[in-house]
């Protein structure tokens, strides 16, 4: 059996409120749930940016290693001629 730390706070659970359930994970429990996830216009602005500078910071570096390793292609292989059969 896997147990985790209890954090306790003073916060107050509605009695209506599910109890959780026995095997759940700290970090799975603090995934919101899609009914809790903000959809106002600036979260999903924010969300857009994020996501745009993310593909631009992950996008031109890759771009850049490709081209390097295609204009040197030869000399790559040449450093591991020695361990090819």
């Known amino acids: 059996m896997i ?21 759940t994970s700290p970090v799975f429990s603090a995934i919101p749930k899609p009914s809790e996830v903000p959809w106002g216009p600036r979260s999903v602005a924010t969300t857009l940016v994020v996501a745009s500078a993310l593909i ?3 996008g031109f570096p890759a771009d850049i ?3 390097t390793i295609e ?13 090819a059969a």
């Open 56 to 58: 631009l910071l992950i």
């Open 65 to 67: 290693v490709n081209k």
């Open 3 to 23: 147990s985790y730390p209890i954090a306790v706070s003073r916060t107050a659970v509605p009695a209506d409120a599910a109890p959780p359930a026995a095997n």
């Open 71 to 83: 204009e040197n292609r030869q000399e790559i292989e040449g450093w591991f001629r020695p361990w």
